[in-house]
């Protein structure tokens, strides 16, 4: 059984996560998958993945049930070494590098409510704070370039991510000096499945989706109110587990619990809505407005 699957950032290796604690890796080309080499140091249930930019190198990071991070280095193209092995006192859920402008940080949610970032200049160094009062489930940076900073002369790289915990509250933080101030956004009821933000950098508003049971959430920020809200809310009749945004920002991709995927696009009103959807068997058919 297939957990979770990640690209990298050239579309050209494919990382697994298999039921018997490993991970493999695969090369992609030509539509032809061809298997690397298999990674095993997890002694449990590997939850989640991410891949580093290529600014760092070939670097993965790996997290589970068994309560470790393990970041990967690439030796040789069947090489790989462990460069950072953690062991926490709960399960990882899931784990996402920063964007490369921010240097090469990795985020990490725990199953005690804490946050963890670990940085490296030189060495690793871990921080870890209380960021929920239940388990964080799903994560996700957003750009290094703020919406406000992005109306400015002189931009500056700006550190803020959001978290979302099993009892479907999501925190939006950001840093500021040595401390993370948080904004709590409520509108799902229940556990947050996935998180993700909009990668284009405007200089007027910002997005990002996050999703729960049966519903998606398309969170809105702009420049006027400088306050998340939730912009519009779509229910889906099977219980939804992941939300993607394409690399333009102009459609999102949900994945549900039926086999289905619904591509989801912005009309004329300015609201998100479904256009398209993908069934199991790959047949692709529009959704009339």
């Known amino acids: 059984m297939i957990s ?4 990298d950032y050239t579309g050209r290796r494919l990382a697994v996560i298999s039921s018997d604690q490993s991970i493999r890796l695969y090369s992609y080309n030509d539509n032809t998958l061809s298997e690397i080499c298999t990674l095993e140091n997890h002694p449990g249930e590997v939850l989640c993945l991410s891949w580093s930019h290529p ?3 070939s670097l993965l990071a790996s997290c589970g049930s068994d309560r470790k991070i393990i970041i990967w280095r690439e030796q040789s193209i069947r090489l790989w070494q462990t460069i950072y092995d953690y062991t926490d006192s709960v399960a990882v859920n899931c784990v996402s590098f920063a964007p490369w402008e921010l240097g090469l940080k ?23 704070f209380v960021g929920h009062s239940c388990s964080v489930k799903a994560l996700a940076w957003g750009t290094a370039i703020s919406l406000v900073s992005a109306c400015n002369s002189s931009v500056q790289k700006t550190l803020r991510f959001v978290t979302g915990d099993s009892d479907g509250k999501i925190k939006y933080w950001t840093q500021e000096d040595e401390s993370y101030n948080s904004e709590n956004l409520e509108k799902h009821a229940n556990c947050i499945r996935d998180i993700s933000w909009n990668p284009i950098i405007s200089s007027n508003k910002e997005l990002f989706a996050s999703c729960a049971d049966r519903s998606v959430v398309i969170w809105y920020r702009s420049t006027e109110e400088q306050t998340w809200k939730a912009k519009d809310v779509i229910t889906f009749s099977a219980p939804v587990w992941k939300v993607s945004w394409n690399a333009l920002g102009n459609a ?6 039926d086999n289905i995927t619904r591509i989801l696009t912005e009309n004329l009103e300015e609201s998100w809505r479904v256009t398209r ?4 068997k790959g047949e692709i058919s529009d959704i009339p407005s």
């Open 106 to 128: 990795l985020l990490a949610g725990l199953d005690d409510g804490n946050v963890m970032i670990i940085s490296f200049k030189g060495e690793w160094v871990s921080r870890k």
């Open 277 to 280: 959807q993908v069934l199991q």
């Open 4 to 7: 979770c699957s990640q690209f």
């Open 252 to 257: 999102l991709a949900v994945s549900s619990a």
């Open 55 to 57: 600014k760092y190198g």
